[in-house]
């Protein structure tokens, strides 16, 4: 066998790099791929969330972006101080919220503080508080309530309320 040594302006090699030595093969790994991508993109994780708005300040600052895993639930409930994203204003818009209270609980707030079944949460992760007020609200068996973490705000200004058991986990 020959050794052929490459010609002048023979580019071959950039061919061999960008597709390898065997196209079909490179071909296959691609759809693979882009199948592969789809799927999770669709199936396991939603959308990358934007925070837009101060409701979750301190814990995620406003304009970040982060991913919600549609799976976190399906193995395992939500459980009270979970980051969830939740449709609360129609299918094209997400809110991030934390779960506060589950199902069959009582939630309210008083002066500002959160009360569950009567006794007030320990909320390490709210930094500022305010004088809200909610009466007494019972949840239903697949419901759970969902709030905020910037109780600095008015009540009247905070998307807050019942979530159903369809939500996603937020990841940071």
């Known amino acids: ?28 790994r691609i759809v693979v791929l882009v199948v592969a991508t789809f799927v999770v993109f669709r199936f396991i994780l939603l959308p990358p969330v934007r925070i837009t708005g101060p409701s979750m300040l301190p814990t995620y600052r406003e304009n970040s972006i982060h991913l919600v895993n549609r799976l976190a ?15 609360l204003a129609g ?11 589950l199902p069959g609980e009582t939630v309210e707030f008083r002066g500002g503080q959160l009360f569950v079944n009567g ?3 320990d909320e390490p992760y709210v930094k500022s508080r305010s004088r809200w007020e ?39």
């Open 119 to 121: 006794q007030p949460l």
């Open 1 to 28: 066998m020959e050794n052929e040594t490459p010609k002048a302006g023979d580019r071959s090699w950039l061919w061999t790099i960008a597709v390898g030595r065997k196209p079909a093969f490179t071909l296959v």
């Open 73 to 87: 639930y399906s193995w395992r409930e939500p459980r009270r101080g979970d980051v969830v994203s939740i449709r």
């Open 91 to 101: 299918h094209s818009v997400m809110y991030m919220k934390r779960i506060v209270g």
């Open 134 to 172: 909610m009466p007494p609200r019972r949840l239903g068996v697949e419901e759970y309530f969902v709030v905020g973490d910037n109780r600095s705000m008015p009540i009247e200004d905070h998307e807050l309320g019942v979530a159903t058991r369809k939500i996603g986990r937020a990841h940071v």
